[in-house]
């Protein structure tokens, strides 16, 4: 339907009737009953879910809507899919942390993704509605590593699709990179945000940006603090989670996680938001995610695939130009040394390192226009299947 450019202020009106002016508007303004006269928004959160759930909800012929727990391994852990159409690439994404969950507020920075994709969210083991303190102990790298396989394995057997695409962001990108480098035959492509490379590299130049900062600012407190954990991720020596936190503290304060705020406190108030939520699961959110980070943290802080330069699968990468959480510069050196198939660095100018939620719009065209095609194009893409060793 062809709509007319002019302002509705400037369509003439004077040849309709008064009865039929307030039959056109009472349909298109008319609100339902439950919005009364006195009423000005949502006096809980269910009733603002509620309205959310009704924004995002599929309707189409095809689409899919799904949220459940599926069995991983021994554990409870809830998937959502979402997609207009049955037929879409699968996207899944794998959040970050450990622990920071990405399906309460994908209701946000995903809209309009699964219309080009079946959109697959993961509550990684012990994280988001997949918290269960029963199952603190399993929380092991290697069990991650085996969970993905049986996530993506599941995933091709429920879509019928045998390829599919890889979200991964923060500490999601070393699963993501490591299902890349051992099984590219399940991939269209690899797509990393907020890539990590070399954890302890990345930690001593957040350290020293983050003192650089507080030096320009005169500081004094941050100053202190960052010396007092100083020489910081020095090499063969463990980094204790107190001094990590003492670093991430300044960093963040200083605008390097979310560019130009000083934390991400703005993305996690939207986790109460989640129509995928319930009110115990957004209240144990915190409670996963510190249990996260204290069993799989030190593992992580010890990851290095800065030796991995040749990967068989496409690989976009996405950067935040500001990140120093998880330094965007190591992983730019990184990509410049990598060899793959098909390769595109996109920078999003305006992030650091939540840039799904800082930049929603730059990354759904991202999406549209950089990764879906390497879906249509995988079938003519020569592809050694091979896992790649030795890094």
Known sequence: MKIDNRSVREIPVSRQSPATLVLLLSFLFAAPETWAASDVGPASRAAATKIIAGLRQIVTPDGIERLEAVDINGSKQWISIRSRNSANPVLLVVHGGPGWVAMPTSWYFAQGWDEYF????????????SYDPAFASTLTVDQMRRDI?????????ETGQDKLFILGHSWGSVLGLDVARR?????????????????????????AWAMEKARERGNAAAMKELESIAPYAAAGVAVPIADLFVQRKWV??????AYNRPDASFEAAAIALSPDYTDQDVRDVWKAQDISVERLMPSILETSMAPLDRLRAPVVLLLGRHDVNVSSGVAAEWFNRLHAPEKKLVWFENSAHEMLVEEPGKMFLTLVNEVLPLAQRAPDRA?????????
């Open 383 to 391: 592809l050694d299947q091979r896992p790649v060793d030795g890094y």
């Open 183 to 207: 099984h590219p035959e399940w991939l269209h492509a690899y797509v990393g945000a907020g890539q990590v490379v070399d954890m302890r590299e990345s930690e001593r130049r957040g350290w």
């Open 118 to 129: 079946t959109v697959v969210q993961w509550d990684q083991r012990g994280a988001g509605k």
């Open 149 to 157: 396989d049986t996530v993506i394995g599941w995933l091709r057997a």
């Open 252 to 257: 963040n304060a200083f605008g390097g996680a």
